[in-house]
């Protein structure tokens, strides 16, 4: 992940924290049903802790790690008393010691860190009958697409491809020897101001590669959203894939 380039969210953790929107609230539930006595989670790719904090509100207790301490920043500070710990960690390389956790989750996460090592390292952190929980929003409309495509003049390097082209999670636990995967979706669409989304498009990390002409890009942006805008409403529609494997199923 080259820092401050494509991957890389650190740099505008303060629009991430103000412009991404929650998960559903049907998605914990599936958690707190799934999860049983299981109380103490890892949110690995915690970001600015949306998810920590939701987690949090269904009485888990919560420990949030990122690679990038500028993200953990903004997260100690939109999730004060909330009484949630946070850790500046690569996700290979985990600060815990063995079966610390109960449950680990990587909400809009896994992507960037599904590969062995980081695998080895959550199935060493997490408890012997510990429950790994992975949620991606998945699009099932066009706004990413649109923001890419506006964007795209005003890139001063070529757009890398896409990290989730090829993502699947549940094929990717399949192919380390998990079979017992479970799978549960949520159909949902945010709704996002034109001013919001916006924003929204400054917190992906394509926004990195804008270094000419950011006011210009701006400007296409709000010019593009609002044509595409229903009363001046954004709509994002999405599928929320939740995927759990237990660990003595691992």
């Not at 815990?96 to 080895?120: G, M, P, R, V, Y």
Request: overall charge negative; proline content about 3%; hydrophobic content about 40%.
């Amino acid at each position: 992940m080259e820092k401050d380039g494509y991957g890389s969210f650190g740099a505008n953790a303060s629009k991430y924290g103000a412009a991404r929107q929650a998960f559903p609230e049907e998605i914990f539930k599936h958690l707190k049903e799934w999860a049983g006595s299981r109380t103490t989670v890892l949110d690995m790719g915690c970001g600015t802790g949306i998810p920590s904090r939701q987690l949090a509100d269904y009485g888990f207790i919560v420990t949030g790690s990122d690679i990038d301490e500028r993200m953990i920043e903004q997260a100690k500070i939109d999730s004060r008393n909330y009484g949630i710990t946070y850790v500046t960690s690569p996700s290979d390389k985990l600060p815990f010691k063995n079966e610390s956790f109960d449950i680990i989750t990587a909400f809009s996460a896994f992507h960037w860190f599904c590969d062995d090592q980081s695998l080895a390292e959550i199935q060493r952190v997490l408890s012997d009958e510990g429950l790994f929980f992975i949620v991606n929003k998945n699009e099932t409309g066009d706004m990413k697409e649109i923001i890419k495509n506006t964007l795209k003049p005003f890139l001063d390097s070529e757009l890398p491809k896409d990290v989730k082209k090829d993502y699947d999670p549940v094929m990717i636990l399949r192919n380390h020897g998990l079979n017992n995967v479970q799978e549960y979706n949520v159909s949902v669409v945010e709704e996002y101001s034109i001013d919001d989304a916006v924003l929204y498009a400054q917190s992906m990390s394509i926004w990195n590669l804008v270094r000419k002409e950011c006011g210009k890009a701006l400007g296409a942006l709000k010019n593009t959203f609002r044509a595409h805008s229903q009363n001046g409403i954004v709509l994002r529609p999405l599928e929320v894939r939740a995927v759990s494997v237990l660990k003595n199923l691992l």
